[in-house]
């Protein structure tokens, strides 16, 4: 489309490009800005955005504040194995859903629209008394389990759109060929499917590692409780905060679902395109 | 597609399962796959043994709760009691409905989600119309664009909460610096805070809106603006009359879903004000979270939730009958 694009249109493309640079990087900037500044120069009535003497202190000071290992460590602990038995449980699921187009299909894709929109407190108040029943409150068990089931949909969404893009005459061939249902579907359609499968798994392994409110209201004491939550801990009663450790403890936080998310941004992006696209 | 009635069903013995039909006949159609019935029930057993994995998960875990939920609502459910819970008919929803704090919260929640959702679609078209350009600092946009969507909910709100920070803030030194005043306390101001979350909001959802709209744009075939360009069509009629068009079911799509997850939403807001100051900012998620895990009001907060399912029915019907017009049209 650059044919025929105007030298005044391409300066205020550039203008426009420029004035969404700020505003997208500038917060995360000064997120940065303020983890490396030591506590003089947080405490000056003029802040700079660059750190004069950066420093770690507050890094040190973040974990000598909050039990941020143990809680990295929790998150850890439940997003993966909510990304690994979200996968396991969903790609079977999605298999029949891509190629049988029944009336189980059609619920469970009409489910799948329909869970986006839910209300998390009219699901969190019966899991909650379900869970408490079942001994399961202040437990990672118990939040892996959410966490799977509110994985779910998305994930289906996701690996729908993979087993169609695997050609259906691949499957007839081997089927021909002599071999069964299940064993088609492991030597042939899974090898297939597996860099989706992937990226489905690093997909809900991010959801769970960013989840907060169900981690808020499942998890009680310090010692279970996963990294978002803690974080909070760090903003005080009164909303007063120790601006470095809370920047350095927040900074660190999302480097793990940043770093996935670059590497597999381009699929995730292509999952939910397929959705928000054709659907 | 044709529809098993419940009379042909009758008449075969039928049934329908995974779009075929098993056992019995299909009106009119000879009994002729005698001796394959054990395969077809292998191949039903392969399925559920499919399925199963995930359907009872999503059934335990997922329907039954929502449904258990709706059912509290009509109780007088509540957390630490022993008397046991009593079945109170629509009393909750009664008393919801003269309960001028709810309502207040519903008005924020919409003002919300409105106030973040038509902007951010916006923005997000003008940025994913720039990222369509040939632009040299195209890469670094997308790159930026995609950062708030894998950062935590919590960590955006730190996030701008450092930002808006009355002294330390860089808003209100860089408004100091511009020699605009003194800045403000931004989010403790009876005024500002909304708008300021809106804008934190506003932030945190361009990706996926840019994203889904870049897509889009990227479907829409290049030859037709080419042929527009050709005639003489200027910027505007060439997007009015070739790219919306192209653009308008998923940006239908979005807005829709954008509109929903922001009226839902929870945690940004929590981060940021927890619902103050004075309940200026507390959205409906907020207040059934405080009602139900800090008041103990188990019942009461499955009502409010029942009302948020009601409203946001609405606006999927709504959506989905436009949407299959808009099907119809092309």
Redesign the interface.
């Known amino acids: 489309m650059s044919m025929r694009t105007g030298r005044t249109t391409r300066a205020g493309q550039y203008l426009a490009l420029t004035g969404y640079l700020v505003f997208l990087a500038f917060p995360f900037v000064w997120l940065i800005s303020t983890a490396f500044k030591p506590a003089r120069e947080l405490g000056s009535l003029h802040p700079t955005w660059i750190p004069e003497h950066p420093t770690l202190d507050n890094f040190r000071q973040a974990f000598d504040e909050q039990p941020l290992l143990q809680a990295a460590g929790n998150s850890l602990l439940a997003a993966v194995s909510a990304g690994v038995i979200c996968v396991l449980i969903a790609t079977p699921m999605a298999y029949v859903m891509a190629r049988h187009r029944g009336r189980l299909s059609a619920a469970a894709t009409g489910w799948v629209v329909i869970s986006q929109a839910f209300p998390f407190v009219l699901l969190i108040i019966p899991l909650f008394l379900i869970l408490k029943n079942l001994h399961l409150i202040n437990s990672l068990a118990g939040l892996i389990m959410v966490y799977v089931v509110w994985s779910l949909p998305f994930a289906l969404w996701m690996l729908v759109g993979y087993v169609r893009a695997v050609p259906a005459e691949l499957e007839e061939a081997a089927s021909v060929d002599g071999a069964g249902r299940l064993r088609t579907l492991v030597s042939v359609t899974a090898p297939l499917l597996a860099p989706g499968i992937v990226a489905t798994a690093l997909f809900a392994f991010i959801t769970a590692w960013n989840e907060f409110f169900f981690a808020l209201v499942l998890l009680k004491t310090p010692e279970k409780q996963t990294l978002p939550v803690v974080l909070t801990h760090f903003i005080g009663a009164e909303g007063a905060a120790d601006l470095g450790p809370l920047a350095a403890a927040a900074f660190l936080a999302t480097l793990p679902s940043l770093l996935l998310f670059a590497f597999i941004q381009r699929r995730i992006t292509g999952g939910m395109l397929a959705g928000a696209v054709k659907s | 597609m044709t529809l098993a009635t419940p009379a042909a069903t009758e008449r075969t013995g039928g049934r329908?399962?995974?779009?075929?039909w098993s056992g019995g006949r299909r009106p009119g159609q000879r009994r002729k796959d005698d001796g394959r019935g054990g395969e077809r029930a292998a191949?039903d057993r392969?399925?559920w043994?499919?399925?199963l994995?995930?359907?009872i998960?999503?059934l335990v875990?997922?329907?039954?709760?929502?449904l258990?939920?709706?059912g509290?609502a009509f109780t007088d459910?509540q957390s630490g009691r022993t008397r046991s819970t009593q079945w109170i008919g629509a009393l909750n929803f009664q008393d919801l409905l003269h309960d001028t704090l709810f309502w207040d919260s519903f008005r924020i929640g919409l003002l919300w989600a409105v106030g973040v959702t038509v902007p951010q679609f916006l923005?997000a078209l003008?940025?994913a119309l720039?990222l369509?350009?040939?632009?040299?600092?195209?890469w670094?946009?997308r790159?930026?664009?995609?950062?708030?969507?894998?950062?935590?909910?919590?960590?955006v709100g730190?996030?701008?909460?450092?930002?808006y920070?009355p002294?330390?803030?860089?808003l209100n030194?860089t408004i100091?610096d511009l020699g605009l005043g003194d800045g403000r306390d931004w989010?403790?101001g009876f005024g500002t805070a909304l708008p300021a979350v809106i804008v934190v909001g506003i932030?945190a959802g361009?990706p996926?809106s840019t994203?889904?709209l870049l897509?889009?744009l990227q479907?829409t075939p290049?030859e037709l603006?080419?042929a527009a360009?050709l005639d003489g069509a200027g910027?505007w009629r060439r997007f009015r009359t070739v790219t919306w068009p192209a653009l308008k079911?998923?940006a239908l799509?979005?807005t829709a879903?954008n509109f929903?997850?922001n009226?839902?939403s929870?945690?940004l807001v929590?981060?940021l004000t927890s619902g103050g100051p004075g309940g200026r900012t507390r959205l409906?998620?907020l207040f059934?979270?405080e009602e139900?895990?800090r008041y103990g009001q188990?019942g009461y907060?499955?009502a409010?939730?029942?009302v948020?399912?009601a409203v946001?029915?609405v606006i999927?019907a709504v959506y989905l009958a436009g949407r299959l017009r808009g099907g119809d049209d092309r």
């Not at chain 2, 329908?16 to 075929?20: D, F, N, T, V």
């Not at chain 2, 790159?143 to 960590?155: D, G, H, T």
């Not at chain 2, 002294?167 to 860089?170: L, R, S, T, V």
């Open positions: 329908w399962s995974g779009g075929r191949r392969a399925t043994f499919l399925v994995p995930a359907l998960p999503i875990l997922s329907v039954g709760p929502l258990y939920g709706i509290l459910a923005l003008g940025l720039l369509n350009e040939n632009l040299r600092m195209r670094l946009a790159a930026l664009a995609i950062i708030p969507w894998a950062m935590p909910e919590v960590v730190i996030m701008w909460r450092l930002v920070n002294d330390a803030g860089i030194e100091r989010l403790t932030w361009m996926q994203v889904a897509a889009g479907n290049h603006h080419e360009a910027a079911p998923v799509s979005i879903l929903i997850w009226f839902n929870f945690a929590y981060v409906p998620m059934a979270y139900a895990f188990f907060a499955a409010m939730g029942c948020m399912v946001i029915s999927l």
